[in-house]
């Protein structure tokens, strides 16, 4: 792996130097500086996220770095002795937003930044937007728990009830759903979807993270 990830930043670099704006070799250089931490020296990450914004902001820059500032730099930003990288990630996502993507990512990226700083009734519009673009099952449970925190709760029964599907594979949108029927004052319902439960694993009232619906090569 440690020589794959070698090799693939190698050849990026020999082609940078070969053209120094090439957009493309600069997003895949970030992404790849990302995905093989043990390749850095610094914060190349970072710097090649960044580089690439600023070379031209594009759906694919923005939306890039904005999710890297959002989700990973504001974890590490101390250790740089640097601030303000969620309110730069709103303001380089709203940027993004501007360029009217035709992928449900940015939409649903901003969406998730505003639930996760929990502006619920500010998120729900992007989530829905994104929905509509990509029918995403993800997209549908995160927009439940907006309505649900909102004490909007026969909102977001309905939409955790479509959200629990197959592909609930950790029951997470049918524990929520278990929540909001309890909340409804449905007890029946609520020990019906408990039976359902108590051979598994739960975790308490949450969304379904949007960590791998930001960072993508291809938006």
């Known amino acids: 792996m440690a020589a794959n990830s070698a090799r693939e930043i190698k050849e990026l670099l020999q082609k940078l130097e070969k053209d120094s704006n ?31 914004y600023n070379l031209k902001k594009t759906v694919k820059s923005t939306h890039n770095f904005a999710w890297f500032l959002y989700f990973e730099w504001s974890e590490i930003e101390w250790y740089w002795k640097e601030d303000g990288a969620i309110e730069r990630a709103f ?15 940015p939409y649903y990226l901003y969406g998730y930044m505003l639930l996760d700083q929990r502006k619920f009734k500010e998120a729900i519009p992007f989530l829905t937007k994104a929905y509509q673009i990509g029918k995403c099952r993800d997209i549908l449970h995160n927009i439940g728990y907006c309505h649900f925190q909102l004490d ?21 949108s049918l524990y929520n759903l278990a929540l909001t029927e309890w909340k409804l004052n449905n007890g029946a319902q609520v020990k019906h979807i408990a039976d359902e439960l108590s051979t598994i694993d739960t975790e308490i009232h949450d969304t379904i993270s949007g960590y791998n619906i930001g960072f993508t090569r291809w938006v």
């Open 91 to 105: 303001q380089i996502q709203e940027e993004c937003i501007a360029l009217n993507p035709k992928s449900y990512y």
């Open 152 to 172: 909007e709760f026969q909102i977001a029964k309905d939409y955790f009830t479509q959200s629990a599907t197959e592909s609930d594979t950790e029951k997470r």
């Open 22 to 52: 090439n957009l493309d070799v600069l997003n895949s250089l970030a992404i790849a500086y990302f995905e093989y931490s043990n390749q850095k020296s610094n914060k190349e990450d970072f710097d090649y996220f960044e580089r690439a």
